[in-house]
């Protein structure tokens, strides 16, 4: 019994030897979901909203914005300022001058940070408005403050009496360059007789006549001619006026009696109206025009073949600076002066009349221009002569 025990206990031992000797079974491969990776989002900072734009809004005289003078010549400067400071600027035309100060409120509703007027006539609404509201920054062309004189109705006649911090005065020596075209008129003239005469009776469109009938003086000084100017008289006052800034038809009115009193070149210092004094010449053949603000050529080309030059004053330049500096917090109010010496002011190229224009007269521009710029000439010296 013990012996059949131990053989089948040897069996199993064998047997179970055999068993783990063999093969092993393959394991069944057991699915399994690929691992998944958790990516935190990149952190973003809060930003800021973008500042509002600058806004600058720009007052026309009655003249309109297309003028071709200086009302065309402001918004210039204020295109020019859009394109390279990304400002936002627009402007509002007056038809008539209860429209002034109808528009300057506009702006103050819309809180427009800068507010251009534009011309001798809003000189008094914008002193107004700048007195009661002496945060808002202002710049007027043509004009300056205080404007006052003894005796003139405050607020009525004149704008203020005072200083106007919140104010910035565009001023131009336009005489200066006036006197160039004046002596170059009185060079060029055929006849012996130029003419000039302007939209209103103010001091910025007389200034132009002034140093027009002085630059003629001066080459009758020079030149022992005898060359006269129609229309303007500075030792009386007097002059032609056409008392608008708007009618062609005056213009072309005015053009015509100057030219039947012998005068070929004319100075008209009166926005659109000297357009029609351009439109009869060309028509006619019989004079030339000397533009004005602006060159008449580049903003009036189809008139270039009788424009000789123009007076410059460069409001462009004046009211481009003025943005800049509101911009950049450099405004300041009173008085900026433009004068020939920073090229404030100047004479236009003389374009199709270059080749007619002598190397002689051209040399003579150039002296009188470093003489006024020196100050060894002056408007006011050779009209006292």
């Given at each position: 019994?013990?012996?059949?025990f131990v053989?089948?206990?040897?069996?199993v031992?064998l047997s179970l030897?055999?068993t783990?000797?063999?093969?092993?079974p393959?394991?069944?491969?057991v699915?399994t979901?690929p691992?998944?990776v958790v990516?935190?989002a990149?952190?973003v900072?809060?930003?800021e909203p973008?500042?509002?734009a600058f806004?600058?809004?720009?007052v026309?005289?009655l003249?309109?914005?297309?003028?071709?003078?200086f009302?065309?010549?402001?918004?210039?400067?204020?295109e020019?300022a859009?394109?390279d400071?990304?400002?936002?600027a627009?402007?509002l035309e007056?038809?008539?001058q209860?429209d002034y100060?109808?528009?300057?409120q506009q702006?103050?509703?819309?809180?427009?940070?800068?507010i251009?007027?534009?011309g001798?006539l809003?000189g008094v609404?914008?002193a107004?408005?700048?007195?009661a509201?002496?945060?808002?920054?202002?710049a007027i062309?043509d004009?300056?403050?205080?404007?006052c004189?003894?005796?003139?109705?405050v607020?009525?006649?004149?704008?203020?009496d005072?200083?106007?911090p919140?104010?910035r005065?565009l001023?131009?020596?336009?005489?200066q360059?006036?006197?160039?075209?004046?002596y170059?008129?009185a060079?060029?003239?055929?006849t012996?007789k130029?003419?000039?005469y302007?939209?209103?009776?103010?001091?910025?469109?007389t200034?132009f006549?002034?140093g027009?009938e002085?630059?003629?003086?001066?080459y009758?000084?020079?030149k022992?001619a005898?060359?006269?100017v129609?229309?303007w008289?500075?030792?009386?006052?007097?002059?032609t006026?056409?008392n608008n800034?708007?009618?062609t038809?005056d213009?072309?009115?005015?053009a015509?009696?100057?030219?039947?009193?012998?005068?070929d070149?004319?100075?008209?210092?009166?926005?659109?109206?000297?357009?029609g004094s351009?439109?009869v010449?060309?028509?006619?053949?019989s004079c030339?025009?000397?533009?004005?603000?602006a060159?008449?050529?580049?903003t009036a080309?189809?008139y270039?073949?009788?424009?000789l030059?123009?007076v410059?004053k460069?409001?462009?330049?004046?009211v481009?600076k003025?943005i800049?500096?509101?911009v950049?917090?450099?405004?300041?109010?009173?008085t900026?002066?433009?004068?020939?010496?920073?090229?404030?002011?100047?004479?236009?190229?003389?374009?199709?009349?270059?080749?007619?224009v002598?190397?002689?007269?051209k040399a003579e521009?150039?002296a009188i221009?470093?003489a006024?710029?020196?100050?060894?000439l002056?408007?006011?010296g050779?009209?006292a002569?």
């Amino acid at each position: 019994m013990k012996k059949l025990f131990v053989v089948l206990s040897v069996l199993v031992v064998l047997s179970l030897a055999l068993t783990a000797c063999g093969p092993k079974p393959t394991p069944t491969p057991v699915a399994t979901e690929p691992p998944v990776v958790v990516t935190e989002a990149p952190t973003v900072a809060p930003t800021e909203p973008p500042a509002p734009a600058f806004k600058v809004g720009q007052v026309t005289d009655l003249g309109g914005i297309d003028d071709k003078s200086f009302n065309a010549s402001a918004w210039k400067g204020a295109e020019d300022a859009i394109a390279d400071m990304g400002i936002e600027a627009k402007y509002l035309e007056s038809q008539q001058q209860s429209d002034y100060a109808k528009n300057i409120q506009q702006y103050l509703d819309e809180k427009t940070d800068l507010i251009i007027t534009v011309g001798f006539l809003l000189g008094v609404d914008t002193a107004k408005f700048a007195q009661a509201n002496p945060d808002q920054k202002f710049a007027i062309v043509d004009y300056t403050y205080p404007d006052c004189w003894l005796g003139a109705n405050v607020g009525v006649e004149c704008g203020t009496d005072q200083d106007l911090p919140n104010v910035r005065g565009l001023a131009f020596q336009t005489d200066q360059a006036a006197f160039l075209a004046g002596y170059l008129a009185a060079g060029m003239t055929q006849t012996g007789k130029v003419a000039t005469y302007g939209g209103l009776s103010i001091p910025t469109v007389t200034i132009f006549m002034k140093g027009f009938e002085a630059g003629v003086k001066y080459y009758n000084q020079q030149k022992g001619a005898n060359v006269e100017v129609l229309g303007w008289n500075t030792a009386t006052g007097k002059g032609t006026f056409a008392n608008n800034f708007e009618s062609t038809d005056d213009g072309r009115r005015l053009a015509e009696s100057f030219m039947q009193e012998s005068a070929d070149i004319i100075l008209p210092v009166a926005g659109q109206v000297g357009l029609g004094s351009a439109a009869v010449c060309k028509e006619t053949g019989s004079c030339k025009v000397i533009g004005v603000d602006a060159d008449w050529v580049e903003t009036a080309p189809e008139y270039k073949e009788v424009v000789l030059t123009s007076v410059l004053k460069k409001i462009d330049v004046a009211v481009y600076k003025t943005i800049q500096d509101a911009v950049d917090g450099k405004f300041t109010g009173g008085t900026v002066t433009y004068t020939i010496a920073d090229g404030g002011v100047d004479i236009a190229p003389f374009h199709d009349f270059d080749a007619v224009v002598t190397a002689e007269m051209k040399a003579e521009l150039e002296a009188i221009k470093a003489a006024l710029i020196d100050g060894s000439l002056t408007v006011d010296g050779v009209l006292a002569q």
